[in-house]
């Protein structure tokens, strides 16, 4: 498939490997900001060498036909349902679902609502929500994240990263040529800055809604661990299978919440932490695919 259509917008999607392959080894991968599904290339090639399958689609705000004005339409229900959009299109009632940075949130959130239709979590970079939460009142999480204030902000945002991106590119983070290329002319055309913030500012719309919940959520994490355990694992949490992979050097997600996740895992939990920066789609391809493929095969350690 080369396109689905959900809630009235079309979305594209990289269809590749064995396209008879059956869904337990089919992979879904949510690609960040300010990404494309073009993050996903290297990974997907290899595991594409394994036999199996991988979705990737460009994500509500960054496909072109799916960039809504209202930023109610990018709260996480609504992304999540954009994926629940893509298995039906695809006929596909569960699979090996994978995300990176927002694709990561989304892929925490559409666990935590779907659970039956996925077959194993592979996260990359972004820590469980409720150990991001926890890490924001208790470490310097808080510093870290300081960059989404701005861009709550209408318009400015657009305007500055716009010009930015037009004079600099993404100089300093080391991406591959090919995809910093490919982020680039994606979000320099009209209208994509706009919509690829649109999910931090829906958070704003989801928080008011929904304060109350994830108050209760945090207020029953534990406060503490030692060192030598590590904190206690809620009562509930993540069942499925799970491999969160974290890498020391990121700048924006620190070590207290990615420390905390295995904590909101209560099934078969696996926590990779890597000598590498936030970019582990594209810089840690080689040990970004053979994680996932662990999860898909059964081969995890």
Same mark, same amino acid.
């Given at each position: 498939?080369? @396109? ?7 979305? /594209?999607?990289? $269809?590749?490997?064995?396209? =008879? ?23 997907? $090639? ?12 460009? @994500? ?21 349902? =954009?994926? !629940?959009?893509?298995l039906d299109a695809a006929g596909l009632d569960a699979v090996h679902l994978v995300g990176? =940075? ?41 510093? %870290? ?31 591959? %040529? ?10 320099? @055309?009209? *209208? ?5 913030? *649109?999910?931090?500012? *829906?958070? #704003? ?23 030598? #355990? ?17 890498? /020391?050097? =990121?700048?924006?997600? *620190? ?10 895992? @209560?099934?078969?939990?696996?926590? !990779? ?9 594209? %810089? ?18």
């Amino acid at each position: 498939m080369e @396109t689905f259509n959900h809630d009235g917008m079309t979305f /594209r999607v990289r $269809d590749g490997g064995p396209s =008879d392959a059956p869904e337990e080894r089919t992979v879904v991968l949510l690609h960040g900001f300010p990404q494309t599904s073009a993050a996903w290339s290297d990974v997907s $090639d290899r595991l594409h060498a394994q036999g199996l399958r991988t979705l990737a689609p460009d @994500t509500r705000g960054i496909a072109p036909s799916a960039r809504p004005a209202r930023r109610e339409e990018y709260r996480i229900d609504r992304l999540v349902s =954009d994926v !629940v959009g893509l298995l039906d299109a695809a006929g596909l009632d569960a699979v090996h679902l994978v995300g990176h =940075d927002w694709g990561g949130a989304i892929a925490w959130a559409f666990v935590r609502r779907h659970p039956d239709r996925v077959r194993s979590l592979t996260v990359l970079s972004t820590p469980h929500p409720g150990a991001m939460a926890w890490a924001m009142r208790h470490s310097t999480q808080g510093l %870290k994240s300081w960059y989404m204030l701005p861009l709550l902000v209408p318009a400015v945002p657009e305007l500055a990263i716009g010009w930015g991106l037009r004079r600099f590119g993404m100089a300093g983070l080391g991406l591959p %040529k090919e995809q910093e290329r490919e982020y680039v002319d994606a979000l320099t @055309t009209f *209208g994509a800055l706009g919509g690829a913030i *649109g999910p931090y500012r *829906g958070m #704003t719309t989801r928080r008011r809604r929904s304060a109350g919940a994830s108050e209760s959520s945090s207020s029953s994490s534990p406060s503490s661990s030692s060192p030598s #355990t590590g904190p206690r694992r809620s009562g509930r949490g993540v069942a499925v299978p799970t491999t969160y992979v974290w890498g /020391r050097h =990121d700048a924006y997600l *620190g070590r207290a919440a990615a420390e905390r996740t295995g904590s909101h895992c @209560t099934g078969d939990y696996r926590f !990779v932490e890597v000598d590498a920066d936030h970019w582990l789609p594209e %810089k840690q391809s080689e040990l970004v695919a053979r994680e996932i493929a662990s999860r898909v095969l059964g081969t995890v350690d």
